[in-house]
């Protein structure tokens, strides 16, 4: 398909409509739905209204709210049961009958759409972010995270419809258009080497913005600030966040030096830290509760009406059984995945068995992740979804480091922050590899990147799956079939 133009006009013409943004102050302008774009952008305001509309795009449930956190990329990476029946939705997905099954083509029709269109609005934002109203730190950080994101949603994008890059084996196959403007002109579709290349550029430019902005200054990312366009800087794609997506790019690409040199420089900014596990509080009523492990987010997104959307899939509406479409393991494979009690150290902090455990068992064959339930409305974790975490940063440096102890030395800090033994030095490279996937498999459980694990390594056969034999294709989304105009 030499172009892709679906979607386009529709997109342009949502984002013009709405002005971009939520805050209620838009519908009051005359006609009720319209906000002209020279009055948006005529204020600084203005631009942080539309960047907070860029963020709220990215939180719907058809994205890093739901299908690509916990919902459809982690059943697709064999996360939950329910799978026996090869005539229901769900076990059609976790066969990746993408085509023949209602369900998962919604869903990745929902997937391309919404990411487009907050592209979109990443594109509105910048056609007019040198209009001369952004001054200063307003401007470097309104313009650095409309680039990092419009970079980062082309690159998942990338990794949803497109073979992996496979050490450059993928590098000319076709990947998707990359929209850097805002217009309803049809776009080229890229190769795959082409679209990474311009994710790179849009993020290195975004970190060189970002650079002289308030996140690298002590304290910037603590909420307790007077600007409220600035509070919450871990929900925004700040400066390390965008250091943290290179980091996750390069590696992508194979190119482990680079990849280890931005993973580094998170880690040993010393920005973000990991969880006390004595400190730590898994009551869902506390407002203290902090099961997703807030402190590690170097980039989360938050998400309104997410513990409506996760009570319906990760507690049972009855004491006796599950829902037909609730997102389920089983005691026996979790105790399988997680250490287990071993002299000298404590049980895995993420293990079911864990005395501040993170999950909910209703009977050994139904126990459910407790990392996204929170009950207290006064408690800031409890509508955020993790995209980034810092723990990604040690797998990336364990995997791209030179020497074998190093990269031992880099997972081993995240082993004992979990309450596990050091592991020895491995003696082959494929030795270190088997240690890091166990590692992605206990960490990202509910956050989507087990999924895109898998596809990066190339994964032939995935644990605790239905027996499918993964071919690259197999990782590959189809286009969506639909046709959309205005």
């Known amino acids: 398909m030499k172009h892709i133009n679906k979607f ?20 009051d302008v005359s006609p009720q739905t319209q906000v002209k774009e020279e009055e948006q952008f005529s204020s600084t305001q203005g631009f942080y209204d539309a960047l907070f509309g860029m963020y709220q795009k990215a939180a719907d449930p058809n994205l890093y709210g ?34 023949g099954d209602d369900i998962s083509r919604v869903k990745i029709t929902n997937i391309w759409i919404s990411m487009y269109a907050t592209i979109a609005q990443c594109n509105f934002i910048l056609k007019n972010a040198d209009n001369g109203v952004l001054k200063d730190a307003d401007y470097r950080i309104v313009k650095g995270e409309a680039l990092g994101m419009r ?34 002109t049809r776009q080229d579709q890229l190769t795959v080497d082409a679209v990474l290349k311009k994710c790179e550029e849009d993020l290195k430019a975004a970190e060189t913005l970002l650079a002289g ?25 700040n ?6 997506a290179l980091a996750r790019l390069y590696l992508y690409k194979g ?24 400190s730590l509080v898994v009551d869902p009523s506390s407002s203290l509760a902090d099961m997703n492990f807030a402190s590690e987010h170097i980039f989360s997104i938050y998400t309104s009406g997410l513990k409506k959307r996760t009570d319906d899939v990760f507690v049972a509406s009855t004491p006796n059984a599950p829902d037909a479409y609730d997102l389920f393991s089983t005691l026996p494979k979790l105790n399988a995945m997680y250490e287990t009690t071993q002299a000298g150290y404590g049980t895995d902090i993420r293990s079911p068995s864990s005395v501040k455990p993170l999950w ?3 009977f ?26 810092l723990s990604e940063m040690y797998y990336i440096a364990a995997e791209a480091s030179e020497t074998l102890h190093d990269g031992i030395t880099w997972l081993n800090v995240v082993r004992k922050a979990r309450q596990i033994p050091v592991l020895p030095d491995p003696s082959t490279s494929a030795a270190l590899q088997v240690e890091i996937e166990k590692e992605h498999r206990k960490e990202f459980y509910a956050e989507g990147q087990l999924w895109f694990y898998y596809k990066r390594t190339n994964k032939q056969v995935i644990p605790d799956g239905t027996g499918v034999v993964m071919l690259p294709s197999t990782y590959v989304f189809p286009y969506p079939a639909v046709e959309l105009s205005y």
């Open 239 to 244: 400066y390390w966040a965008v250091k943290a």
């Open 255 to 278: 190119m482990k030096a680079e990849a280890l040199s931005y993973a580094k420089d998170v880690i040993n900014a010393g920005k973000f830290g990991f969880v006390n596990p004595a």
């Open 360 to 362: 909910y068992q209703l």
């Open 151 to 184: 970079a980062f949603m082309h690159f998942d994008l990338l990794r949803c419809f497109a073979l992996a890059y496979l050490d450059g084996a993928n590098a000319a196959q076709p990947g998707i258009p990359y929209m850097d403007k805002f217009t309803v």
């Open 66 to 99: 739901a299908v690509l956190s916990y919902d459809l990329l982690d059943i697709l990476a064999q996360r939950y049961e329910s799978k026996s029946s090869t005539n229901t939705s769900f076990g059609r997905i976790t066969r990746y009958d993408y085509a």
């Open 213 to 237: 902005s308030m996140d690298n200054n002590p304290g910037a990312l603590n909420p307790k600030i007077d600007n409220p366009d600035l509070q919450f800087r871990q929900n925004h794609l």
């Open 364 to 389: 050994p064959a139904v126990v459910y992740t407790r990392k996204l339930s929170f009950d207290n409305a006064t408690n800031t974790n409890a509508s955020v979804v993790p995209v980034i975490r």
């Open 8 to 27: 386009r006009t529709l997109f342009i013409f949502i984002v013009m409509m709405t002005g971009l943004s939520s805050c209620k102050k838009w519908l």
